[in-house]
């Protein structure tokens, strides 16, 4: 009986690490298919791959040349109604959601990195701003848009799903 239970616990093992290298593989397989289909450029219509996730309007690729100069002096604030007419220069809407790890990863970054100057990231409740979500076309969290001081969308959404940096954000926006 012993033996039994031995080869069932030894056979789950192997299916398990079979399993997990099956999925790394198809994850770094996937991450060098959107680097390839992005070419350097810093946007791209939303992706091809079928395991992309819905409502991705734009993503981008890492391109270290196109990083913007990050000293620390911009912005990082919570929603309010004033609070974009009120900020200077770029503002950029984070809709994030405190249950969503992409929106985790990308709020450590910004913290982490601080954001530039002459930039504000208002940081928006992705679960209680429906109407907002809305207005921008936003259709999952982890979602950036930038828009001008009067609350006008300036460009295509970005969403910072396969990387959530705040060096990615700035590169797709810029």
């Known amino acids: 009986m012993n033996k039994r239970i031995l080869a069932v616990i030894v056979a789950l093992a192997v299916i398990v690490i079979a399993a997990v290298s099956i999925v790394a593989l198809q994850n770094s397989n996937d991450s060098a298919d959107t680097t390839a289909s992005v070419g350097g450029s810093a946007a791209s219509e939303s992706p091809s791959e079928p395991d992309a996730p819905e409502g991705s309007e734009t993503e981008a690729g890492a391109d270290d040349s196109a990083a913007i100069a990050n000293d620390g002096g911009g912005d990082y604030v919570d929603y309010s109604p004033s609070v974009i007419a009120d900020a200077d220069g770029r503002v950029i809407l984070f809709f994030h959601a405190t249950w969503c790890p992409q929106c985790v990863s990308a709020d450590g970054d910004i913290t982490a990195s601080g954001v530039p100057s002459g930039i504000t990231i208002v940081k928006v409740d992705y679960d209680t701003n ?27 959404n970005f969403v910072a799903y396969a990387d959530p940096s705040l060096n990615a954000v700035l590169t797709a926006l810029n």
């Open 130 to 156: 429906q109407d907002l979500r809305a207005e921008y076309g936003v259709t999952q969290q982890t979602t950036f848009v930038e828009v001008n001081s009067s609350g006008t969308k300036v460009q295509d």
